[in-house]
């Protein structure tokens, strides 16, 4: 078993049908279990090197997200915390399959009647440095905001999200993953592609299959370029 300080990327993978899809890529390592989810590590060649790195089924939604992510950071104390995945895109702003390089991320459901509402949403905001990956990246993304809710994105949540916050696109665990890494001051790099497109409907809602197909092609271009990623990491540490 890797010791505290030994591993330097764990890399999160927080829904079911993502994490079917990484296992079914690397089908061979042993299953280690935890108090959220499963977790194996594999040999990936980096920079022409051989680096352990973990995959940890760190579970869907806000709470799973931000509990994983702490209980990874005191177990393994990693340099780097990658979290590769999935999220809907906003029809007319983004295309499908489009991979977004994450650089700020908030938490768009807190609902604060009291006094304001705005700064309840910006305490929950979280700004990526990501200065250390320099501007040359392993393959084409788009840096953007991606906003994070316990739900799918709502039809009638979209305007007001695109106007007061210019987003394009949602997902769940994205915004509790960043804030856990930033207090931890851990290096943090999230990657998610646009799976399926909500409009005036959602094209996934009612009819699972559309995200899951998006899923098998959108992990396919992030499990391509994951040792290149965690390149850019290592030789900038």
């Not at 700020?104 to 459901?109: G, N, S």
């Not at 440095?129 to 739900?151: F, I, K, M, N, T």
Request: with cysteine; net charge negative.
């Amino acid at each position: 078993m890797p010791k505290k300080g030994t591993v330097h990327t764990v890399v999160l993978i927080s829904a079911t049908t993502e994490w079917r899809v990484v296992r079914s890529h690397y089908p061979e390592p042993e299953l280690h279990p935890s108090p959220f989810g499963d977790w194996f590590i594999v040999t990936l060649e980096v920079a022409e090197q051989a680096e352990l790195v973990i995959f940890f089924h760190s579970g869907w939604g806000k709470i799973a997200a931000a509990a994983s992510t702490q209980y990874v950071i005191d177990r393994w104390s990693p340099a780097l915390l990658i979290n590769l995945g999935t999220c809907g895109g906003f029809e007319g702003e983004i295309a499908k399959g489009t991979i977004l390089l994450v650089e700020r991320t908030m938490v768009y459901d807190i609902m604060e009647m009291m006094s304001d509402y705005e700064a309840a949403i910006a305490s929950y905001t979280t700004t990526l440095d990501l200065a250390w990956l320099g501007e040359s990246y392993p393959h084409e993304v788009q840096r953007a905001l991606l906003v994070s809710a316990d739900r799918d994105v709502q039809v009638g949540d979209i305007p007001h999200l695109k106007a007061r916050y210019a987003a394009i696109a949602a997902d769940w665990e994205s915004g509790a993953i960043a804030y856990v890494a930033a207090r931890n001051k851990v290096r943090c790099l999230i990657l998610r592609g646009v799976s399926d497109l909500v409009g005036e409907v959602g094209e996934a809602y009612g009819n699972v299959a559309v995200f899951h197909e998006g899923t098998q092609q959108v992990f396919q271009v992030l499990l391509r370029y994951l040792p290149a990623w965690i390149a850019c990491a290592t030789s900038s540490s």
